[in-house]
């Protein structure tokens, strides 16, 4: 997607073949920045600090992850510590285990000395792969934007946390269908939830929705149950970063709110997102592990002085602790359906089962 | 309630009789400042800049900010003119307009040389009542934690906003049961609602629980669903700024969202609040007027830098709108009772007129 008119994916190799580039998010919506990853070591802190993020995009740099770790040694034992270290740095995203599986599917049968070339082309197909499906979600999910509109009134849409292209490669997960449908000339304005405590919808989602022109407000998490019973929403839709095999939907702490609100109101809430982000071992959301993040996300926060710099401040009395828990999990019974590469499917087994007959 | 040891209310008459004093909310929890209040303009400044918030104190100080009128001007068009720029500081909370009622009801029927005295006598005996009206909250609110407590375990309590001593003149609404239960040796918990967008639960409610003694921990807005579902809460309370006569709740916004996880989980969520905050006038909650804030409190935030000094950060994208309801209603449906100085009853017409017959 463009920043300032110019084409960017979140992740590339850089012009060596020997590197990856990405966009440091830590840094948005103040500065757009460009870090290099040399090395396994540099793809997990990227991963764990949140340098990267959003389920698609944790699986493609821990892809990438292991080209540069074989690139130093590419050992059996290299390969597998690699894998550890990276399915380590966060344990809620199941993308992030689809990507390793794949990249030691592809790469274990070689002799080492085949297996660097091999893991680039692996990663670079798992990049392309991500970009695909999100343009088929994109386009899924525009056709019940479409049936949603009402007349010339913009469609008014939620949404929570960012699942844009800043999650994946490109084009995003919960806003490739807002981008499709902007692009096909639906009128649509997007309440952007500020997302607490990492603050990914203010920073990251009415980044993006602000680069491409897309209407947009953002609002603290707490004002969408308001808007909802104001008739002021119309759409609900967020990405997911596990969903189990009966359609619960874990995704960003706070998920699970808005989904009430939405079912509380006869609003529609869907969840978008590619068939890597499905766990078909699990039979309902309760088993996913919710990441519990450092209490300093909660009491410290960084922002722009008036004078254009970076500050960090503390907003929490001097002895009063915090918890942090990183996503919740909606229960199916919430979830109007969920979007995917290869349509629109009900939140139940029975639903995914019909998108992917191959799991029965 | 105390403050490094020492016993404060939330506004007092200064030594000189002539004005009021106040803490200043909003620059707690980082610094602990009194402000005198010595005119009208500057009462009515007071509450629409939240130096004092939360319903039952906005009362108080308009109350008095009549008293500082009167000592300028004891007129029948001054007294008109200082209830006018005192109901219009901020259109939600409804004590401000019983304050304001009980003022006028004391003074004009005087003649004006009388008034000063009457003034500052009847706003005194509000500040009074306001604090007997939350002991008796809290005596009828620690009932019901004591037969939600489930052996040694500690009670754990969610809350939103502030509704402690600092939203009123001592003790507070919601707090004011956990503050008795706390001291009549109930272990408990309290998970305290950042409460975005202007922080009151992190800044205001940490701080006091702090000051108390009283274990909690902070938590982001988007985690008590999540924690409700996890069993890790066992019930939920906060104040209220207007109940209509049907039971239906207005409360800081994001306080229906809450509602809605307790409904879902079989937690029980009590409004704590005065008589004073019930509008009779009002058959529901929809006709509440939902005061809109500015979007800068959502794109700026001030805390504590590193060495200490504060400072106010943007933490929005340049250019993208934000949007700030400041309120929402919670429909009686959700609301398992309502805790006042009478007693607990239904959130219902019903049950409102058992605990206050006269308005039959």
């Given at each position: 997607m463009?920043?300032?008119?110019?084409?960017?994916?979140?992740?590339w190799?850089?012009?060596?073949?020997?590197?990856?580039?990405?966009?440091?998010?830590?840094?948005?919506?103040?500065?757009?920045?460009?870090?290099?990853?040399?090395?396994?070591?540099?793809?997990?802190?990227?991963?764990?600090?949140?340098?990267?993020?959003?389920?698609?995009?944790?699986?493609?740099?821990?892809a990438?992850?292991?080209?540069l770790?074989?690139?130093?040694?590419?050992s059996d034992?290299?390969?597998?510590?690699?894998?550890e270290?990276?399915?380590?740095?966060?344990?809620?995203?199941?993308?992030?285990r689809?990507?390793?599986?794949?990249m030691?599917e592809?790469?274990?049968?070689?002799?080492?000395?085949?297996?660097?070339?091999?893991?680039?082309?692996?990663?670079?197909?798992?990049a392309?792969e991500?970009?695909?499906?999100?343009?088929?979600?994109?386009?899924h999910?525009?056709k019940?934007?479409?049936?949603?509109?009402?007349?010339?009134?913009?469609?008014?849409?939620?949404?929570?946390c960012?699942?844009?292209?800043?999650?994946?490669?490109?084009?995003?997960t919960?806003?490739?269908p807002?981008?499709?449908a902007?692009?096909q000339?639906?009128?649509?304005?997007?309440?952007?939830d500020?997302?607490?405590p990492?603050?990914?919808?203010?920073?990251?989602?009415?980044?993006?929705?602000?680069?491409?022109?897309?209407?947009?407000?953002?609002v603290?998490?707490?004002?969408?149950?308001?808007?909802?019973?104001?008739?002021r929403?119309?759409f609900?839709?967020t990405?997911?970063?596990?969903?189990?095999?009966?359609g619960?939907?874990?995704?960003?702490?706070?998920?699970?709110?808005k989904?009430?609100?939405?079912?509380?109101?006869?609003?529609?809430y869907?969840?978008?997102?590619?068939?890597t982000?499905i766990?078909?071992?699990?039979?309902d959301g309760?088993?996913?592990?919710i990441?519990?993040?450092?209490?300093?996300?909660v009491g410290?926060?960084?922002?722009?002085t008036?004078?254009?710099?970076?500050?960090?401040?503390?907003?929490?009395?001097?002895g009063?602790?915090?918890?942090?828990?990183?996503?919740?999990?909606?229960?199916?019974?919430?979830?109007t359906?969920l979007?995917?590469?290869?349509?629109?499917?009900?939140?139940?087994?029975?639903?995914l089962?019909?998108?992917?007959?191959?799991?029965?």
């Amino acid at each position: 997607m463009r920043v300032d008119g110019k084409a960017f994916r979140t992740i590339w190799v850089a012009d060596d073949g020997q590197s990856v580039e990405i966009i440091d998010q830590t840094r948005l919506p103040h500065v757009f920045e460009k870090v290099t990853l040399s090395s396994v070591a540099a793809a997990a802190h990227a991963i764990r600090s949140m340098q990267v993020r959003g389920a698609p995009l944790i699986g493609v740099t821990a892809a990438y992850g292991v080209c540069l770790a074989l690139a130093e040694d590419a050992s059996d034992a290299a390969l597998d510590a690699a894998c550890e270290a990276l399915l380590a740095t966060r344990p809620t995203a199941v993308n992030l285990r689809f990507a390793l599986d794949a990249m030691r599917e592809a790469v274990a049968p070689l002799p080492p000395a085949e297996r660097r070339e091999a893991a680039w082309r692996r990663a670079g197909e798992l990049a392309d792969e991500d970009v695909r499906l999100c343009q088929a979600i994109g386009e899924h999910g525009a056709k019940l934007l479409h049936a949603a509109a009402k007349g010339e009134a913009p469609l008014q849409i939620l949404t929570h946390c960012n699942a844009g292209w800043l999650a994946t490669v490109d084009w995003g997960t919960a806003l490739a269908p807002i981008y499709t449908a902007h692009e096909q000339g639906l009128p649509l304005h997007v309440w952007v939830d500020e997302t607490r405590p990492r603050n990914q919808g203010a920073s990251l989602t009415a980044w993006e929705l602000l680069q491409h022109g897309v209407p947009h407000t953002v609002v603290a998490d707490n004002a969408g149950g308001h808007l909802m019973r104001a008739g002021r929403v119309d759409f609900c839709i967020t990405g997911s970063d596990r969903v189990a095999a009966n359609g619960d939907v874990c995704n960003k702490i706070g998920t699970y709110l808005k989904a009430l609100a939405a079912a509380d109101n006869g609003i529609p809430y869907y969840a978008a997102l590619p068939y890597t982000t499905i766990d078909w071992t699990l039979a309902d959301g309760d088993a996913i592990p919710i990441e519990e993040r450092s209490a300093d996300e909660v009491g410290r926060i960084t922002g722009r002085t008036d004078d254009g710099k970076l500050a960090t401040v503390d907003i929490l009395p001097a002895g009063s602790p915090a918890a942090n828990p990183a996503f919740d999990v909606t229960p199916a019974r919430l979830v109007t359906g969920l979007v995917t590469e290869r349509g629109v499917c009900e939140a139940s087994r029975e639903g995914l089962l019909g998108l992917y007959p191959e799991r029965r």
